[in-house]
């Protein structure tokens, strides 16, 4: 077998004399680069057919060489000229596969060998699947036919037998499925902002169409039933809230005229306006009696005309009269002042302790009357002067100004807990150009009604309730206010319509 050696400065002009050696039936057997330029080995097609054929008789395929277990074939000597290696294998068909396979393993143990050398790689699944590659490696004669363009001549690629399966490392995390990743990925930022946005959007609308229904349904029935609009104009301008004012109004019957219309919803309010029975007054009850308030709602002149009260009832010796206002530079000068007039001792009491000894002290009298300083309703003492009157006996009586606004004595009673609270006592209703939202916020709050003053006189200025009375002056607010709306204006009083917040029982409608 001729197999000759071709060197040039590029593997065109190394195939273009392999070429002219051998014709068009050249088969390149193998390729590299060389410091002298570009080395290919070539023999003719006619030598290595005649060859092929003698090797299919005389023996069947070979088996796969092993890399650790099967010995070499014979031992060739490190010579780096091609002629030398041929002449001591004595060229066939099966030496020369042979010749090619231990040429191709000892190239692999040399690179392997100087990478162990240079940084060991350590044992586990990198090692054994090297030698798995490095045992099923398996290089077939490529075949050039140069009366081709080297573009058109794509090599086949290289597939191995019995390929062992790559010893994986357990001690490595396993990886996800992509599909799950997705699936568990969060939904991105802009489209959860989106929904968002969408969600606030139809809330707002639905809100909006509410709202226009709501006041058309208002201008209809107006329309429809002028009795209960005007009423209804009437218990807004005289301070009712419109909670009150629809949870009344939804009851009256509409075939009533007029004056029935007015009376009924007179009488409905005053029905369901707790008030203290006749001879049951605070001064008729007695007992021990603590007045709590916010500031400057006239607490202490209530004390004092509730002394004048006994006073003039049952003599000086049936009233005590303690404060607990050691705030305030005169509170307990001017207790003491009123005191004086009546004949009656005030004493001071700084804590619950002294509070008990000056009760104890004070427990023959018929009537025992508290004052206490003056806290505003967002005032955080507010619990601690509650809990310093949380003694046996001790009713705690709200002092409520007339002449607040109902926004401000809900806030009043909500913060002195008006479910724990033995009644109420309406100051300053001279002072008060409307009653309705002090009237509006005792019935939604079901506070009894104790007493009222009206005026600074001790004791004339002092009224037992009258339910009737106080409804009747109430609805009968005369002059044109700022604060007032008009009857166009009614429908935004029915954009919500809710009666919730009042409890009109059955059997006070």
């Keep these: 077998m001729n197999i000759q050696r071709f060197t040039a400065q590029t593997s065109r002009e190394a195939m273009a004399k392999a070429r002219n050696a051998f014709g068009d039936s050249a088969v390149i057997l193998s390729t590299r680069s060389t410091e002298d330029g570009f080395e290919v080995m070539a023999a003719a097609e006619e030598s290595l057919a005649s060859l092929g054929s003698g090797a299919k008789a005389a023996q069947p395929a070979p088996a796969r060489p092993q890399l650790r277990q099967a010995p070499a074939p014979a031992p060739v000597a490190a010579s780096d000229s091609v002629e030398e290696d041929t002449e001591a294998l004595a060229m066939s068909t099966l030496s020369f596969q042979e010749y090619v396979r231990e040429r191709m393993l000892r190239k692999r143990r040399e690179a392997l060998g100087g990478e162990a050398a240079a ?51 357990d001690s490595l995390p396993p990886r996800q499925p992509r599909t799950a990743e997705r699936r568990a990925a969060p939904p991105a930022p802009e489209f959860a902002a989106r929904d968002n946005g969408v969600a606030v959007e139809l809330s707002a609308l639905k809100d909006m169409i509410e709202e226009r229904f709501n006041t058309l349904a208002w201008l209809g029935s107006s329309k429809q039933n002028p009795i209960q609009s005007n009423l209804m104009l ?22 009533s005229g007029a004056p029935e219309a007015v009376r009924w919803v007179m009488d409905v309010l005053t029905r369901n306006l707790k008030v203290a029975a006749p001879g049951e007054g605070l001064c008729d009850e007695g007992g021990v009696l603590a007045l709590i308030g916010a500031t400057g709602v006239g607490k202490t002149t209530t004390a004092a005309k509730l002394a004048a009260q006994c006073v003039q009832q049952h003599g000086a010796g049936s009233v005590g009269l303690i404060t607990l206002d050691t705030y305030r530079v005169s509170g307990f000068e001017q207790l003491r002042a009123y005191g004086r007039m009546l004949g009656v001792v005030a004493h001071l009491a700084h804590d619950r302790a002294a509070l008990k000894d000056l009760l104890n002290l004070l427990s023959n009298k018929r009537m025992v009357i508290i004052d206490t300083a003056g806290l505003g309703q967002r005032d955080q003492r507010i619990q601690d002067m509650l809990d310093v009157l949380d ?51 005792l019935i939604r709050h079901q506070v009894v009604l104790r007493g009222v003053a009206n005026g600074q006189r001790v004791p004339e200025d002092w009224q037992n309730p009258d339910a009737a009375a ?14 007032d709306p008009l009857g166009s204006d009614m429908g935004f009083y029915f954009s919500q319509s809710s009666t919730r917040g009042v409890d009109l029982g059955a059997s006070h409608v």
């Design 119 to 169: 940084a060991p790689a350590p044992v586990g699944a990198g090692q054994r699947m090297a030698a798995a590659r490095a045992e099923a490696v398996q290089v077939p004669v490529q075949r050039v036919n140069l009366a081709q363009p080297m573009a058109a001549q794509v090599p086949p690629p290289i597939r191995t037998r019995n390929m062992p399966e790559p010893a994986w490392d």
């Design 234 to 255: 009437k218990l807004i301008r005289s301070g009712y809230s419109p909670t009150m004012a629809r949870a009344v109004l939804e009851r009256v019957s509409s075939e």
């Design 391 to 441: 003694v046996p006996k001790v009713k705690k009586t709200l002092v409520l100004n007339a002449s607040s606004h109902g926004d401000t004595l809900d806030d009043v009673l909500t913060a002195f807990k008006a479910s724990t609270l033995h009644g109420a006592v309406l100051s300053k209703v001279d002072e008060a150009v409307k009653l309705g939202p002090a009237i509006d916020a």
């Design 470 to 483: 106080l409804v009747r002056m109430s609805m009968g607010t005369q002059g044109k206010s700022a604060f």
